[in-house]
Each structure stands twice: as structure tokens, then as C-alpha cells.
């Protein structure tokens, strides 16, 4: 019982393209989203986070997208870098229990110089 | 995310042994979180504790796993008569405020249990 999907396991992008990393939920009680960033060896680092209050949050190259009617939200990166190259989880909770994430199972993107 | 440490990094353990994993959180913060991640898997949330509280166990197995935050020292996760399924990555994070609206969590680097 996956309630948060990231449907690909991989992305492989130029320098200095963009970089879309996709997400669904099925949980309508999800009501704030956040992407984290991992890098082998390490924890999971925040990145950003979007309330279902709003359809767009944006941090410097970072944007993530919201679409609540098709329970989807996206994370675009522009222009990508190398050092963005890591395994990126969306994560989605609600209900009050701001604490318990629903992570996905993670998208592996490389940015090739 | 330096700020959460965890020790031991990795944890070999034979079959029916006992794993205790540490977790200290970042300076200032009161609430941690543990999170296991099984391999081809994301994260899932096994347990929240304060100091000398459990505030929520709905993620921990109901036999062999449990774990304390003592008044004094680091959270301690514990498995007894660990098996092979045991195997994962369990990431510690903490927050100053308990995951209250729109709070981030701070995970520390993990300790990948490997039972032989």
C-alpha cells in the first residue's frame, strides 16, 4: 500500500538543463509535501516544502509544483549541476501528525557535466 | 543534517543477537524521530519520543523493537533477537518543536544494520 509514488527510479540530465522529478499521493489527508535530498552515506537533507494551501513554492533553482486534483505534485530544478546528483525522496504527511512522513521510494538523479 | 549524530555508522550482528543503535539530536532539540528504510525502499516512520516519553510507537513492530530518550544521554533504539529482515538503514531526526505546522525534520546519517 504505496501512498507516495515516485514512479522512476532514474533520471539522467545535461548541465545546466532542467531537472523534473515527479511524485503522487493517494492519501487525501496528505496536506504538506516536502522534498529531501541524500546523497550516499548520508541522511536525507531538506530541500523544500509546498502546504496544500498553495500551488507553487520556489527557492532559488528549486520549484515544486503542487496539483492537488490529480493528487501529483513535481519538483523542477534549472539549471541543474552536477552537485545536484543524489537520490531525491518526496514525503507527504498530514492529519496533525506533522512528524510522520510518508516518504516515496526515492528518484536517482545524476547531472552529467 | 550534520547536527543529528548517530553511532555506530554500521552495526554487524549475528542472528538473535541484540542491536542497540544511539541517537543524539541537534543542540536544542527535545523531539526525535526514527525512521527505517528497508533496501529498494523509502523511509517509514517507526517511532517519536521526548525526553522520557514515547508520544508515538505506531510505526515500531510489536515484538523485539523498542526505544527510549532518557532524561540524560542519547535515544536509544533497540532490536533483540535480531533477524535477517532486520537488515536496513535507520536514520535518527529530531526537531525543536515537535512537528507542529510546516516543521522540518533533521535526519542524521544513519546506521545500516547488517544480520547475518
Known amino acids: 500500500d504505496q501512498q507516495v509514488k515516485q514512479n522512476s527510479p532514474s533520471l539522467s540530465v545535461q548541465e545546466g538543463r532542467i531537472s523534473i522529478l515527479n511524485c503522487d499521493y493517494t492519501?487525501?489527508?496528505?496536506?504538506?509535501f516536502l522534498w529531501y535530498k541524500k546523497y550516499p552515506a548520508e541522511g536525507p537533507t531538506f530541500l523544500i516544502s509546498?502546504?496544500?494551501?498553495?500551488d507553487k513554492n520556489e527557492d532559488g533553482r528549486f520549484t515544486v509544483f503542487l496539483n492537488k486534483s490529480a493528487k501529483h505534485l513535481s519538483l523542477h530544478i534549472v539549471p541543474s549541476q552536477p552537485g545536484d546528483s543524489a537520490v531525491y525522496f518526496c514525503?507527504?504527511?498530514?492529519?496533525?501528525?506533522?512528524?510522520?512522513?510518508?516518504f516515496g521510494k526515492g528518484t536517482l538523479l545524476t547531472v552529467n557535466p | 543534517n550534520a547536527g543529528v549524530m548517530q553511532n555506530p555508522r554500521h552495526l554487524v550482528r549475528r542472528r538473535g543477537q541484540e542491536a542497540r543503535l544511539r541517537c543524539s539530536p541537534m543542540?536544542?532539540?527535545?523531539?526525535v524521530y526514527w525512521y527505517r528504510q528497508l533496501p529498494e525502499e523509502g523511509l517509514k516512520f517507526m517511532v517519536y519520543?521526548?525526553?522520557?516519553?514515547?508520544?508515538?510507537e505506531s510505526g515500531m513492530p510489536k515484538e523485539r523493537f523498542s526505544a527510549e530518550f532518557p532524561k540524560e544521554g542519547p535515544s536509544i533504539l533497540r532490536i533483540q533477537q535480531v533477524v535477517r529482515g532486520d537488515s536496513a538503514a535507520y536514520f535518527c531526526?529530531?526537531?525543536?518543536f515537535g512537528g507542529g505546522d510546516n516543521e522540518k525534520l533533521f535526519f542524521g546519517s544513519g546506521t545500516q544494520l547488517s544480520v547475518l
Open positions: 492519501n487525501s489527508m496528505f496536506d504538506y
Open positions: 519520543l521526548q525526553k522520557e516519553n514515547i508520544i508515538d
Open positions: 543542540k536544542g532539540h527535545s523531539h
Open positions: 514525503a507527504a504527511t498530514g492529519g496533525g501528525s506533522n512528524y510522520k512522513l510518508t
Open positions: 531526526a529530531s526537531s525543536p
Open positions: 509546498i502546504s496544500s494551501i498553495k
